[in-house]
């Protein structure tokens, strides 16, 4: 297979991806269609990520009861974002655990229901709902859960990457990374709140981790190779838009000029647009300034309508 090439073959369920670890993903990965993860410890379960709607979930739910009979008894959440987070409530009982910089961004509550049945509208009825559940445990930059001899690493990069409160989950001894958004497969990665220098860098920090199988928070299990793929989207749509910041040329000009090239296969090649705008953000050191979800959901539709376009040529 070629290096770039897109995997075909990966659907939705849970995969064994070492002793007592396991993996849910969810094809095809795109906006809302995320993936979980599930350790499960002499005592009880962990579960990392709820998932979205509440359909979603209990399909979720109904997988690891199938896969284990010991409670959950942890929830893991890998960021705030609502694909991640908007399961909590459907893990009764279970602690919540996440960055403190996550419970934070987490707490004023979800987008509106209009603006996320537009962004997302296959899911549109059960966006209502949804009902915030905030982590109940939170850690500043790091922090251990031993269980058993079991070591379950937990990091933040310091700084905002994907969101201003990403964590990974990393099992040293197993080498088994859950990289949450941190990580993308095969679907572009989506900077909207992100901070696209420091997303490399934490990229790069992943790279030197001992792990042998690296779970991306969307698109299929994967492993050091395809995060550096992703890893080298990010540098090379940083650098682009650079030039062309550099150049006076307007984020949405910019992102229809850049050449894809092998990225272009990548589900949701139309989020070029939030990710150049970002760029050009940190580039005037911008970045605590939101993005305007209505602007860029716009934008994208109108990338993706200049993209058919040329197809048709
Ligand atoms: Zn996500
Ligand atoms: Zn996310």
Redesign the pocket.
Known sequence: MARDAVPRDWKTGMIEIGPRIFAYVQATGET?I?NSGLIVGHEAAIAVDALMVPSMTRRLVAAIKRTTRKPIGRLINT?H?L??TGGNRLFRGATVIATEKCRETLAPGFPPVPLLQRFMPGFAREFPLLRVVLPTLTFPDRLVIHDGDREIQLWHPGATAHTPGDATVFLPKERVLFA??LAFHYVTP?AFQGHVGNWIKAADRLLTYAADVIVP??GPIGTKKDLKLMRDYLAFVRREARKRFEAGIPAEAAAREIKLGVYASWREAERILPNVARCYQEFRNETDKPMDLGWMIDGMERLRAGAAGHACL
């Open positions: 809302g995320s960021h974002h694909d991640h949450g958004d989506l928070g969307h």
